[in-house]
């Protein structure tokens, strides 16, 4: 083969087989000069020759280097972590002060607290759950525990803490959504879909929302009436659904009707009641009660006021 032939064959070659032959080039360089006669000559560049001076010869790999930024943050929760196990100490022993006052100069203490997120829960409840009068820095505050005091409180459904360096804590919250009202004896509830009480209202307040009653309806409430919007005859007329012994429901109508439904299958009930054109006219009448506790059939009783107003029509002359 032609010293072409092995320049351009050389070429060819891979990756790893030149930066070796180069690094044999440069420890040879270094250490025993070739005589003059053996060094490679440099030629015009045939088609495709690479120069493999002009080639970053990488050594040996190094061990990956951690970036300072990282090793910062890492010493930074270290100096956090020990800080804290020794305000801990600190405070049993009485020290607590001091080592506030150095936590501060060094960028751990807490100098402000940003709420956002809330319309109902109230400020002083969040910071309460904070425990600001104990907890004045970074290095004594266990985030943990915080977050799960502020989601006990009523309102809140969520909390999220960040710390914004070098001394601020933003606290963003989502609070849980009113679904119904709940009458228990003589008090009334705002509740959300899941039954949480979230605060004693006036029994007025939010006529808008679904009104459930008794022991147990504000877990039960949400399936209850999801089921009852499939049936919009009954739930246009719905004003409330009361619980009874925490095992079955009793629907009142706005015409002064009264469903009363089984405890054991409800929804066939409901089913019976809007095919059947008579009960559904009966429905419409008002001041009745259809209960459908009996086994395969469906009781009608007028109510006392239907009873009275039937007997002032039937005196009146000429009626």
Known sequence: MD?????????GQSGTNRRQAHDALLLSRA??????????????KEPYQVDADLEAAPGPQAAPRTPRLAR?????LGIGLALGAVEEAARHAGHAPKLE?????????????ALVGHRYAYDRDVFDALDLANVRTFAALDTAAVKARIERLSW????????????RLDIRVTERKPYAVWSRA???YLIDRTGRVLAAVNGTALPDLPRVSGEGAASEAAGFLATLARYPEIAARFVEAERVSDRRWRLKLANKATIELPADDEVAAL????????????????SATLD????????????????????????????
């Open 271 to 286: 089913e019976e009641l809007t095919r059947d054109g008579a009960l559904m006219q009966r429905v419409a009448a008002g």
């Open 101 to 113: 006052r150095l936590a501060r100069l060094m960028g751990f203490g807490i100098d402000q607290v």
């Open 72 to 76: 910062l943050l890492l010493a930074a």
């Open 292 to 319: 459908f506790r009996g086994p395969g059939r469906a009781a009608v009783r007028s109510e006392p006021e239907a009873a009275v107003a039937v007997s002032a029509s039937a005196s009146t002359p000429g009626s």
């Open 186 to 188: 003589d008090r009334v």
């Open 156 to 167: 809140i459904d969520t909390a999220e803490l960040t710390r914004v360096f070098p001394g």
């Open 3 to 11: 010293r072409r032939g092995r320049e351009l064959f050389e070429v």
């Open 31 to 44: 250490h025993a000069p070739a005589p003059p006669d053996e060094r490679p000559r440099l030629t015009a």
